[in-house]
Structures are given as C-alpha cells and as structure tokens.
Nanobody, 126 residues
Framework: QLQASGGGLVQAGGSLRLSCTAS????????MGWFRQAPGKEREFVAS????????YYDGAVKGRFTISRDNAQNTVYLQMTGLRPEDTARYYC?????????????????????WGRGTLVTVSS
C-alpha cells in the first residue's frame, strides 16, 4: 500500500513537500514515480527516482522547481515542490514500478506502474 500525504492550499510561489510511504507488499526498493491529474485533464508524469535513489528524472514543466528523493530506511519517497504555480494544481499520486531496475531514471508510463497511492490534493492560488 502506498500512502501519499502533504498536499494542501498554497499561494503561488510557495512550497510544499509531498510524502509517499510504502507498507506491506509495496515496502520494497522499487523505482518510484510521481504523477498528477488536474481537473478535466489526463494524468501526467511528474518525476521518477530509481530504486536506490541515485538517478532522478523530471518532466520539463517541473524541472528546476521540484525535487524527488527517497529514504529507503523509512520506505518513503518525497516530492519537494518550490515555486509553485496555479497550473501545478492537481491531485498528486505516487506509484511504484517493481520491475524497473535500471541505473538511470526515465519518464514513466502510468499504465506500466504496479502500485498506486490514493493521491493528495495540491491547490495553488494565484
């Protein structure tokens, strides 16, 4: 099970840190990704991190503003978001890919993810 938390309401330019904690069958060293879905839009990839945290990958819309990291001892993946914009408003989901063991992180396909969290809502006001 993946549990995302840390969402909320923030003004443009503000920051939030999302957390995704794994338990049970999902508490393994898996490649992880963050995705988001805004109202009326399709789910989109945000960022990914390899199982050991050595490599990360970001969508161009968030690169330089968001940072993905992980603490495997705590079974937790983070998404530090800074310089938030109204267009970042969405429900954010974490997901695990149990089969991806490559050294380099990459853009992840939501359809290929094995486990999903419920999501946490981020609202950025202008």
């Amino acid at each position: 099970q993946l549990q995302a938390s840390g969402g909320g309401l923030v003004q443009a330019g503000g920051s939030l840190r999302l957390s995704c904690t794994a338990s049970g069958r999902t508490a393994g060293y898996y490649a992880m990704g963050w995705f988001r879905q805004a109202p009326g839009k399709e789910r989109e990839f945000v960022a990914s991190i390899t199982w050991n945290g050595d490599s990360t990958y970001y969508d161009g819309a968030v690169k330089g503003r968001f940072t993905i990291s992980r603490d495997n001892a705590q079974n937790t993946v983070y998404l530090q978001m800074t310089g938030l914009r109204p267009e970042d408003t969405a429900r954010y989901y974490c997901a695990a890919d149990v089969n991806y063991r490559f050294r380099e992180a990459r853009r992840m396909n939501g359809g290929a993810m094995d486990y999903w969290g419920r999501g946490t809502l981020v609202t950025v006001s202008s």
